[in-house]
């Protein structure tokens, strides 16, 4: 390796993906043509994200499917992209973690280089350049469509923002899910929802998306009682990225099983 | 039609030498302290947006004297060899050493090869592990390369500094005691600095992955009057 210098008419600035490219360090996995076949590949599948009062709540199942197959029971879908801002992903799970990789490299690489933080809308902007320079490959049956939320520190709220494989992005005013299991755990959120939810408020539902999700879409998974595997809820608040506790999470499914049972229906 | 004159090759690495020290030492001097919560960097530098002092990576930060550009310049390339690596392999592949040699490497090859050396001297620290201990690689213009593990000290006229912490520094000075020693050092008898004409900047556990923090002019002047 040398220093990676350039002259300034050719300098990559703050760009860490054009500075790969500079440097001919292959990124992402070329577009071969054909169709790739879905049991070749895994998938990852249910995000939710819904807004709150003092920011937002995201969480993912843990599944990743080869075809009908289970390929990983405890796949991460939901990550931090940097300090005040999470993003979770749907679709074929390669080309969609080596994404994250990048994405979380790029906002690091950005404040680094430029002393500041990209704005919130900046970070979804760079996301969607990502994911609209995949379009290739979602074409070819590999496509991954990501959830991006975070705390606007300079509007002191949180902001969901959806995308689509072309790399469109639309911001969504109170909640959003994505992924195979999504238009159900859609439903459910819409139907709990309101403006001004506390955080538990908002951590329980989007815990109830993913149940409702998981029992109605073969490739989402619910929770694991048996082996202890549960959803991955985060928040991102002015505090900034924070996991919620796999014990609180747990809690929350067994007494959502609970409130079932007692309420008479199957859980 | 003119002959080149011939120029003995001691004179011209003597002039480049003068040269470079010369343009160091118009600017202000730099000093680094490992103390038993981490490394503790410090800038005589009024500017609060033009830094001689950065993150790299997790735990290696870089600080620069001398002319502005020519540092800033090898502080981004510092972050992009980082971030490169980083990406490529694994976060925990990152270390500072193979990044001075660079440094070295590059600041060799202009000092010999170009008309005029950088006029820079550059420090990269890295913040230590269970397996690696902390560390300071010092480089200067022509590309000398030497390690600290106790402090360095950047700049122009580095040799009543350095005897001043060589003399007082101990091995269990906390945050605070370093920063007074550094800004006492750095401030020498006449004059007493504050934290809005200081920059400084930390590597230190306990602040999640990334061990590099500024402080601002509040809590240096917090820290300096404890």
Known sequence: MTLPLFSTTDDPGPDFAGLMQRLRVPSGVPAT??????????????VVALRFADGVVMAGDRRATEGHSIAHRAMQKVFPADRYSAVAIAGAAGPAVEMVRLFQTQLEHYEKVEGVVLSLEGKANQLSQMVRAHLPMAMQGLAVVPLFAGYDLSRGAGRIFTYDVTGGHYEESEYNATGSGG?????????????????DEAVELAIQALYEAADEDSATGGPDLIRGIYPLVATVTASGFESVEEAEVAELFASLIERRRAEGHQP | MSMPYYVAPEQVMKDRAEYAQKGIARGRSLVAIVHAEGIVIVADNPSHSLHKIGEIYDRIAFAGVGKYNEFDQLRVSGIRHADTKGYAYSREDVEARSLANLYAQYLGQVFTNEMKPLEVEILVAELGTELRPNQLYHIAYEGTITDESRFAVLGGETEGIAAVLDEQWQADWNLSAALKAAVGALAGDDRTLRGSQLEVAVLADGFGRRAFRRLDDDEIDGLLDT
């Open chain 1, 33 to 46: 043509g054909g169709t790739a076949e879905s049991t070749r590949f895994r998938h990852g599948t249910t």
């Open chain 1, 183 to 199: 238009r159900d755990a859609r439903t459910t959120i819409k139907l709990g929802y309101r403006a001004g939810l506390s955080r």
